[in-house]
Each structure stands twice: as structure tokens, then as C-alpha cells.
């Protein structure tokens, strides 16, 4: 069955830089949009932005332009996410989604990885 | 961006309830909207979506209604099961925008 399983906890340095990655199997790799939503402690979702895995394509929410990048890599079907300049609001728990697309009815995220804890800490 | 404000943010609720969750976006989004249920230390699981569809899998008693800026997720008969987190979310335009979520707790 489909499924995205995502690298583990990291605890990182503020100014550091992280990337998570999101390992893909179970579908065709290139045929669904990777979203990435991240989650606070007690908070709710925040939509960070979405990838195209066929063409590399991207777009990013504003609040991340800038300072997120997302990547894949399609022979071992994993997309990645990059963020750099750390800080503790970056706290979070960081998720990647399949999104699927149908006429007339938008998109929904569909497919969800188990997420991955990012600590900012000094 | 997209405004999502869902109400309330909280409830109780006893098995065997009938539970209505409202949602409303600032502006019109057809019917573009999805509802997630999350439990604790889990990732979100779409329910709804396109408003008033349900996902495959997703018992009988969830069922979403709504178009433009208002729309309710309900829940016919409250089960154990569906103590948690629900969350709507729009698909109308990037960025994609939630609403800050509605605790059901028993």
C-alpha cells in the first residue's frame, strides 16, 4: 500500500539548517504532489509549501520563501525538505503529504507521513 | 491568504452524540474544503473532502455540508474512536490555509 516514511527526530543549533526527507513506495512516485505541513507542540497545522516530484517544480507559503527549499530525488523516490536559519519557533513536528487533485473538487492531502520532530535548542 | 475559523475550539461530548463542527473561510472557496480528523502523536487523516465527500473508509456517521464560506463537518452518533482533533482546510488558492482545529474531548 502507499506510504511515506520520514527520517527521524533531529535536534539542531540556532542558525543551523535541517532537511527531512520522505521516502515514497507503494505508488508512482511522480504522479502526486509532496506537500509539507509543519506543527507546533499543541498547535495546529501550518501548509510550508509543495513539490512537484515529475518536473521539480515548487511554491512555498511566503512565510517560508526564502529560507525552504524542497527537493527530490526521483531513482530513489524521496523528497526532501531544506530549512535553513533555525530558530526555536521552527520547533515542530514536520510532515510530508501526498496531495491528490480531481476536477471540480480541488485537492485534499491524502497520504500522510508519521512526521518528524525538529528541536531548535541551544 | 485565506482565513479558516472554526468553532468552537473545544467540546465535550458523550458517545452516542450528535456533534456539528462549523468552519468559515474569509472569503468564498466554492466548495473547496477539507475536513482531517488528528489524534494524539498522530498525523491527520482526511475525512472529508470537496465539502459534503467522503473519503473511502471513513465510517458513515462523518458527513460535511457547505459551499462559498460556511460549512459544518457532523458527526451522527459520536463513537469512542472519534475523540480528537478535527481540522478544515482549504483548497481554493495557495498557500493552503486550516483552521486551528476543534478539540472534541469526551
Known amino acids: 500500500q502507499a506510504q511515506l516514511v520520514q527520517s527521524g527526530a533531529e535536534v539542531k543549533k540556532p542558525g543551523a539548517s535541517v532537511r527531512v526527507s520522505c521516502k515514497a513506495s507503494g505508488y508512482t512516485f511522480a504522479n502526486y504532489d509532496i506537500n509539507w505541513v509543519r506543527q507546533a507542540t499543541g498547535q495546529g497545522l501550518e501548509w510550508m509549501g509543495w513539490?512537484?516530484?515529475?518536473?521539480?517544480?515548487?511554491g512555498y507559503a511566503q512565510k517560508f520563501q526564502g529560507r525552504v527549499t524542497m527537493t527530490r530525488d526521483t531513482s530513489i523516490t524521496t523528497a526532501y525538505m531544506e530549512m535553513s536559519s533555525l530558530t526555536s519557533e521552527d520547533t515542530a513536528v514536520y510532515y510530508c503529504?501526498?496531495?491528490?487533485?480531481?476536477?471540480?473538487?480541488?485537492?485534499?492531502?491524502?497520504?500522510w507521513g508519521q512526521g518528524a520532530p525538529v528541536t531548535v535548542s541551544s | 491568504d485565506i482565513q479558516m475559523t472554526q468553532s468552537p475550539s473545544s467540546l465535550s461530548a458523550s458517545v452516542g452524540d450528535r456533534v456539528i463542527i462549523t468552519c468559515r473561510a474569509s472569503q468564498s472557496i466554492s466548495i473547496f474544503l477539507n475536513w482531517y480528523q488528528q489524534k494524539p502523536g498522530k498525523a491527520p487523516n482526511v475525512l472529508i473532502y470537496?465539502?459534503?465527500s467522503l473519503q473511502s473508509g471513513v465510517p458513515s456517521r462523518f458527513s460535511g455540508s457547505g459551499s462559498g464560506t460556511d460549512f459544518t463537518l457532523t458527526i451522527s452518533s459520536l463513537q469512542p474512536e472519534d475523540f480528537a482533533t478535527y481540522y478544515c482546510?482549504?483548497?481554493?488558492?495557495?498557500?493552503?490555509?486550516f483552521g486551528q482545529g476543534t478539540k472534541v474531548e469526551i
Open positions: 470537496a465539502a459534503s
Open positions: 513539490m512537484n516530484p515529475n518536473s521539480g517544480n515548487t
Open positions: 482546510q482549504q483548497s481554493y488558492t495557495t498557500p493552503r490555509t
Open positions: 503529504a501526498t496531495q491528490i487533485k480531481q476536477y471540480r473538487a480541488g485537492s485534499w492531502f491524502d497520504r
